[in-house]
């Protein structure tokens, strides 16, 4: 009798042991995703993509929750969360993350780019692999290159469409040293606002404008308290789609297989949202009552021409004059 006990006994460990593997396998893999974008935008609608793509194709194992809207914090928050890996991923700024990978702020010298796609062409090449090293030194895994758009400014004083126009406008900027640059170049006062309380500063008149791409004006209505757009297109963001490199190395190879394949769909999917969208959101914020002026560029080139300089000046500036060769040879 006691052999029998033993011999069931010992047979329920060996098939445990042999399952065992398989329920490591099947444990349930938990991610959130933080982003500061309203829902309805682009961004949005990519990381819900991600989401959804990374569950099937990890038969159901791996789980995204999507924060939008700046829940987990602003852009700056996220970026230091996912490098201490308190958060998991996030759709960021540009700006935010210069602020830990300098390089970054080389895509943003103003009118480099007339398009996103001309930008593309540089970001999935050599220097944006270059980029993504840089990135994984501190801590931040790129996991894809979306598009935050071409920027324009909007401002409830008065129409710009000359240099002159932009004097003593009170502008908020993100995070963003460039901006900063950029804005102060061209005679305005540049003021740092969290996204997420820009409608306000908007609507009290904190400041007097901002600049955006067409889809964050669009979403988060800052039309409803900016009566004038000028289509600048003064600078080109993108938007890092992060992985923190403490989460991504809890990951098996198959995990990560699943996350880079969601990630690649996602990316194409917000990059043809956001391209799509500047015609229709053009023909709707004008709709809306807003006045729309176009400015005399070479006249703003001209006025910024001193931030690529001081920038390619900067200890960054091997990389951002390496950026500036490659768009104009687009």
Not at 181 to 197: N, P, R, T, V
Not at 202 to 213: A, K, S, T
């Amino acid at each position: 009798m006691q052999r029998k006990t033993f011999t069931r006994t010992l047979l329920a460990l060996v098939a445990g042991a042999l399952c065992f593997p398989l329920a490591a396998q099947a444990q349930a893999v938990k991610l959130t995703l933080g982003h500061g974008a309203a829902p309805g935008n682009p961004r949005h609608e990519a990381a819900l993509k991600f989401a959804d793509v990374v569950k099937a194709k990890s038969a159901g194992r791996i789980e995204v929750q999507v924060a939008p809207s700046a829940q987990l914090g602003d852009d700056a928050a996220m970026v230091t969360a996912l490098r201490t890996g308190a958060l998991d991923m996030s759709a960021n700024s540009q700006g935010a993350v210069a602020n830990a990978v300098p390089e970054y702020a080389a895509f943003g010298m103003p009118f480099l780019f007339a398009s996103s796609a001309q930008a593309f062409k540089v970001l999935d090449g050599p220097l944006g692999k270059e980029l993504s090293d840089k990135s994984a030194e501190k801590g931040l895994v790129v996991l894809g290159y979306w598009d935050n758009g071409i920027r324009h400014m909007t401002n409830s004083k008065r129409p710009i469409n000359k240099v002159e126009d932009m004097k003593g406008l009170k502008m908020r900027t993100p995070p963003d040293a460039v901006l900063v640059d950029i804005m102060q170049s061209l005679g305005a006062e540049a003021q740092q606002i969290k996204f997420a309380e820009l409608y306000v500063a908007l609507q009290q008149g904190v400041v007097d404008g901002q600049e955006n791409p067409l889809m964050n004006i669009h979403a988060s209505k800052l039309y409803e308290v900016q009566k004038h757009l000028a289509l600048t297109s003064h600078m080109f963001q993108m938007t890092p789609f992060l992985m923190s490199k403490r989460s991504w190395d809890k990951l098996s190879d198959a995990d990560r297989k699943a996350v880079t394949e969601a990630a690649a769909e996602a990316t194409a999917l917000q990059r043809k949202l956001s391209l799509e969208s500047d015609d229709k959101l053009l023909a709707d914020l004008k709709a809306k009552g807003v006045l729309v002026t176009t400015v005399d560029k070479s006249a703003f080139e001209k006025a910024t021409a001193a931030v690529d300089d001081k920038w390619m000046a900067a200890p960054i500036g091997a990389y951002v004059k390496k950026v500036i060769a490659d768009a104009r040879a687009k």
